[in-house]
């Protein structure tokens, strides 16, 4: 079923100094999909859906709404983009930071009682974001994202930090997000997670755009690419096309 | 759930709890009591010594102030921790979010920078507000001991402490917005703290625009307000600077903004900041709100200056360092340029130290010269300057006034339990306030 064209990123390039991050990078954002931005470590995944957000500035590049070029201000109103590895306001309890969430940026305290359950929030609302593991500020982060009023969230490796029975925990509740008319575009390093979650997917390498497609459409441009045996996974696909 | 509130009460509730989370913050606050109290002690001490305490000859306080002699120096440990402590608990405040991370979740709000650098500037102008409490104690302290209070000249002394605050934290804002690390931001602000030293040091050495200059370093404005006078131009320049310095934090704090642009508005900020500290020199109007009127003439002789209306022209023979020409600044020439906004008084010399210019005859001349006549005195007394002008300008002197005569607060008092209440009680309340503070959210 073809989904209408919710954003379209187009020409973004952004560099630190020498290196470039990202060249010349576009794709589309459908409405009510779950976007899957793949690449190892370094292809510039982060710096991709942090020019996108504004939160840094691309070099060059854009993004559109239905065909209307977006400024930063207004995309703040469509996108949401939350960071990996970071532990925001590291002194405050968790409780607070979910406060601050609903209040600050007006998130939705409708999902809230849902949102605390499926990550599991009890047990961490009295402690301070700063003394959380990995993997319980990565919840705390999630719960962030989820609650954000955005229609479109952008998270940086939502599974980062997570053991596989959260993992798996985590693929149920983003995709209940969906279902509720929400879009998502992850950020994910591990193909595996990627393959199981995403509905379409956009495959980087060294900053540029490999492909960009369903799991069917990559597959097709691999094995045209490779001229023999089908590629089966999305493991091999990758490494058919970088 | 809390009730919803605006999205900038939100923050200025989040700065403040970031603030009294950080313990940079109290041990500014913990330090400002023995800092406040060492000084408050020895001043008081000295201060009912020269009264009569202790055996020395009574009446020798008679023309002390308490202004100069217990507010100047109780309070100039405030100026220490505004130097030295305040930057790093405003540096705390805007590195934490870079370096926690925070910051690229709140820039995705709407709010604009400078509403956020705002919010910042308050709860750090609050933090302050609440260690000037140990001062406030000091004062407590004062009026047990039977010591008055002239209020005009104390609420000057704190806002020039205010103000003198309120440049750290813009600074400290600025540099931190632009600095990558805290580490980097604390030394961009020390060396900008050591670079006005520096200008006060040419200053002395130098004279002519440096002179000039100094006046709006934070050191000099805060002894200005510290001797209870108050000029309009130098609180328009600390506000410009002030805006200035939190405008570039706020230009900063856009990460999502190109790195070109952001220069490009930062010069763009410094080039109208200097074209408005400019313009502060325009403004001449000044108050003396001390009791003794240490910073202007006598009545009688304000209102017989009052009468001159042609320009009056001072040329003083003396180098930057040579004391007379101090003496004259401070004690004469400062009171003579608030009474008459259009004197032009001018500086020559060869040498910064005059020491050699002694045998250079016309060395130490100081040339008058108003409706076309010209008169010569070497005198840097303020009654001498004062009769030449009057001489010049035909006036006759006037008879000085009895209720122009300030009589002093003389105090043989000393400084009872100020040392428990500064190195005992306050530390140790401070620790349990800390401690209660950061345990209610562990």
Redesign the interface.
Request: glycine residues 10%; neutral net charge.
């Given at each position: 079923m073809e989904t209408k064209i919710l954003a379209s990123v187009s020409g973004m390039t952004k560099s630190y100094g020498r290196i470039t991050a990202i060249r010349d990078v576009g794709f589309t954002i459908r409405s009510g999909e779950i976007l899957g931005v793949i690449g190892p470590n370094g292809a510039g995944k982060t710096s991709l859906l942090?020019c996108i957000?504004?939160?840094?500035?691309a070099?060059s590049g854009e993004v559109s709404f239905e065909n209307l070029r977006s400024s930063?201000?207004s995309r703040?109103?469509i996108?949401?983009?939350?960071?990996d590895?970071?532990?925001?306001?590291?002194?405050?309890?968790v409780q607070?930071a979910m406060?601050?969430m609903?209040?600050?940026?007006?998130g939705r305290?409708d999902l809230?009682p849902e949102v605390a359950r499926d990550l599991n929030l009890d047990p961490l609302l009295r402690r301070?974001v700063?003394?959380l593991s990995k993997g319980q500020c990565k919840r705390v982060l999630l719960a962030?994202a989820l609650l954000a009023p955005q229609p479109v969230i952008l998270i940086d490796e939502p599974f980062e930090g997570l053991d596989l029975r959260q993992s798996r925990e985590l693929e149920g509740t983003l995709r209940k997000q969906v279902s509720t008319g929400r879009t998502l575009v992850l950020s994910i390093h591990q193909i595996a997670d990627a393959a199981r979650i995403c509905d379409r997917f956009v495959l980087l390498s060294s900053g540029d755009l490999v492909a960009e497609g369903t799991l069917e459409e990559l597959r097709e441009a691999a094995n045209s690419r490779l001229g023999h045996a089908p590629a089966q996974d999305l493991e091999e696909i990758f490494l058919a096309l970088t | 759930?809390?009730s919803?509130?605006s999205?900038w009460m939100?923050?200025v509730q989040?700065e403040w709890?970031?603030l009294v989370?950080?313990w940079p913050w109290w041990v500014l606050v913990f330090l400002m009591g023995p800092l406040v109290g060492v000084s408050f002690i020895s001043a008081v001490r000295t201060y009912a010594e020269a009264s009569g305490w202790g055996g020395t000859a009574g009446g020798v306080g008679e023309a002390f102030s308490p202004l100069v002699g217990i507010w100047a120096p109780t309070f100039s440990a405030c100026e220490v921790a505004a130097a030295f402590l305040l930057p790093f608990v405003a540096i705390r405040v805007v590195s934490g979010?870079r370096q926690?991370?925070?910051l690229?979740?709140?820039?995705?709000?709407?709010m604009s920078a400078f509403a956020r650098i705002a919010a910042k500037a308050l709860v750090l102008l609050a933090g302050w507000l609440l260690a000037l409490a140990a001062p406030a104690l000091a004062v407590v302290l004062w009026r047990s001991y039977g010591g008055t209070l002239y209020w005009p000249e104390l609420a000057t002394v704190l806002a020039g402490h205010m103000l003198n605050a309120g440049l750290t934290i813009a600074l400290a804002v600025a540099a931190a917005s632009l600095a990558e690390h805290p580490s980097t931001a604390a030394i961009l602000t020390l060396a900008i703290t050591v670079g006005t030293w520096i200008i006060s040091f040419i200053a002395a050495v130098h004279g002519g625009f440096w002179e000039r200059a100094v006046e709006y370093t934070p050191t000099a404005m805060v002894a200005q307000f510290q001797h209870g006078l108050v000029r309009l131009d130098v609180v328009l320049a600390a506000v410009t600077l002030i805006v200035a310095g939190l405008t570039l934090g706020g230009i900063w704090m856009r990460?999502?903004?190109?790195?070109r642009r952001r220069i490009a508005e930062s010069l763009a900020v410094v080039v109208l900041t200097v074209a408005f500290i400019l313009l502060c020199r325009l403004a001449r109007p000044s108050w003396d709100t001390s009791e003794n009127r240490m910073n202007s003439f006598s009545q009688a002789d304000e209102q017989a200056l009052r009468q001159i209306h042609n320009p009056l022209e001072i040329e003083a023979h003396l180098a930057p360092e040579d004391p007379r020409r101090v003496d004259l600044e401070h004690r004469v020439f400062s009171k003579l340029r608030r009474i008459m906004p259009t004197v032009e008084i001018s500086y020559v010399s060869a040498t910064s130290i005059g020491l050699f210019e002694q045998t250079n005859p016309h060395y130490g001349e100081i040339w008058y010269k108003l409706n076309g006549r010209s008169l010569m005195s070497r005198a840097t007394t303020e009654e001498a300057v004062l009769a030449t002008i009057d001489e010049l300008a035909g006036l006759k002197p006037p008879e000085e006034m009895s209720e122009d005569v300030f009589r002093g607060h003389p105090l043989a008092v000393p400084p009872h339990g100020a040392a428990v209440v500064f190195y005992l009680v306050w530390p140790g309340l401070i620790i349990i306030l800390g401690f209660i503070s950061h345990g209610r959210?562990?």
């Open positions: 942090e957000a504004g939160v840094q500035a070099d930063r201000h703040s109103a996108l949401f983009y939350v960071p590895g970071i532990a925001p306001w590291p002194n405050q309890p607070w406060d601050f609903l209040g600050f940026f007006g305290r809230y301070t700063g003394a962030i | 759930m809390r919803p509130e999205p939100w923050l989040k709890r970031e989370s950080s979010d926690s991370g925070a690229k979740l709140e820039i995705q709000h709407p990460l999502g903004v190109a790195v959210k562990a």
